[in-house]
């Protein structure tokens, strides 16, 4: 694959902070139709009103569960998946139980996110297990973990935490994965250098606030 010319098909334009306004958020669309990018990830709350805004194109809607601590109960976790499905969204970014994961509980984490899944099928569905918590140990049994669910990718970070993606975790996740799941880096990717270095060590998409920027550094 020329990554020179397919780069802007992997990055998800995103904007996540709590600041957004209807105004930005039209304007994220605008920009991910104007580059062709392969989707937009947004809040919930506007997952409605880009599926309306993005009609007319082939650009993915993408949304945040549990975001970004990934501390609610299954029950609520749920009910967002799906009302988000049910509004439109074509994949799910959904952050796992860290602290039930940190705890060895690893029961409840593969029960919390099957029952998403189950319950949210024809949709897309990328884990997010915070990478920046978590230990060499940890980041090997997150991609077992992620492979047993049936889940499709398995993401990074959310963005919120200390740091976000880094090259050796995506090497690893690439190694440990063995072609089961693809792998999504977020967190930190502001340029073209650096979205770059991810692609070659194994990232299959980018989840960035600075597409316009990486992709004017192709340019």
Not at 107 to 125: A, G
Request: hydrophobic fraction near 40%; charged fraction near 30%.
């Amino acid at each position: 694959m020329d990554l020179y010319s397919d780069i802007a098909k992997r990055i998800e334009h995103s904007y996540l902070k709590p600041d957004a306004t209807y105004k930005k958020i039209e304007d994220l669309c605008r920009e991910a139709v104007e580059n062709n990018f392969y989707g937009v990830c947004v809040n919930p709350f506007f997952v409605k009103f880009v599926k309306d805004l993005l009609k007319k194109t082939d650009l993915k809607v993408i949304t945040v569960v549990g975001f970004p601590l990934g501390a609610n109960r299954l029950k609520t976790k749920l009910i967002e998946a799906s009302s988000a499905v049910n509004d439109g969204a074509d994949e799910l970014d959904i952050v796992w139980n860290i602290g039930a994961f940190k705890s060895k509980d690893y029961s409840y984490v593969e029960e919390e996110l099957k029952t998403i899944i189950y319950y949210t099928q024809n949709v897309t569905h990328k884990i997010i297990v915070e990478t920046a918590y978590l230990s060499q140990e940890e980041k090997e049994k997150a991609v077992q973990i992620v492979i047993n669910l049936g889940a499709e990718f398995i993401k990074t970070s959310t963005g919120f935490a200390p740091e976000g993606a880094k090259l050796s975790d995506i090497k690893l996740f690439r190694e440990k994965a063995k072609g089961k799941i693809k792998i999504k880096a977020a967190g930190g990717i502001r340029d073209f250098d650096t979205a770059v270095s991810m692609i070659k060590a194994g990232a299959d998409r980018i989840g960035t606030s600075h597409g316009v920027d990486i992709i004017k550094g192709k340019r």
